[in-house]
């Protein structure tokens, strides 16, 4: 794995991981937030806002190392989640959890260069960036700030290969509504799967991202967080 890269790596062998860039984890989380791989260590990490394959096309304001945080009723929550689908044959694969209010400001510094447009055909390849916000994709004020909301799919238990979903993480247009008519059969199966187990462990989807869920009962629903990833 390597900073820029992105790859994926599992909650077990974040230590690793960690070691080849390194970096150590520095256990100074604010009271209430703990490392989402220590609560839920079956789970698979891509955190994608660490490197550079993300719609930026660069490391985020705020993701000093490739780690998922998030309150400690989230991540209760969420073992719980992963622990319905493992039977099923599937495992929960995280993009992202907590995020910096300073990370959400580069976002919008970012929608505001019509210059960059380097990740436009992976990402966004049919709207204006500077849209993004009005579409609803990206916010001033996110809900990853107050610590309980994640983006993730899930993977096959036996191959660790991504379920298919009908669109990428992070693709921004009408594919990644949940509802959308795009999609085969299958994929819409598969985000059932996910959908449905987030909401039994009371996780509130998102329309237009299949991948993006809050916890209903979310701990601190009016504070918005701005401590680094580290």
């Known amino acids: 794995m390597t900073g820029h890269a992105g790859a994926a790596y599992t909650g077990t062998s974040v230590d690793k991981a ?61 073992k719980a989640v992963s622990e319905d689908l493992k039977p099923k044959g599937y495992l929960l694969k995280i993009y992202d959890a907590y995020r910096p209010q300073k990370a959400v400001n580069h976002f919008v510094s970012w929608s505001q260069d019509a210059r960059d447009i380097k990740m436009k055909q992976q990402y966004y390849p049919l709207l204006d960036k500077r849209n993004l916000f009005k579409l609803g994709f990206i916010a001033k004020k996110s809900g990853h700030s107050r610590g309980s909301t994640v983006d993730l799919t899930i993977v096959n238990i036996k191959t660790g290969v991504n379920v298919d979903m009908g669109s990428p993480y992070d693709f921004f247009g009408n594919i990644s509504y949940y509802e959308t008519s795009l999609i085969n059969k299958t994929q819409k199966a598969n985000r059932a799967i996910l959908n449905a187990a987030m909401i039994k462990h009371g996780f509130k989807p998102y329309t237009k991202e299949w991948w993006h869920f809050t916890l209903l009962k979310e701990p601190y629903p009016n504070q918005y967080f701005n401590f680094n990833i580290e």
Do not use: D, M, W
């Open 18 to 78: 960690l070691q080849q860039l390194n970096l150590t984890k520095k256990h100074n989380l604010p009271q209430g937030f703990v490392y989402l791989e220590e609560i839920i260590p079956s789970a698979q990490f891509e955190i994608r806002y660490y490197g550079e394959n993300n719609f930026t096309g660069q490391r985020v304001t705020g993701y000093h190392a490739p780690l998922a945080i998030f309150t400690r009723e989230a991540a209760t929550a969420l």
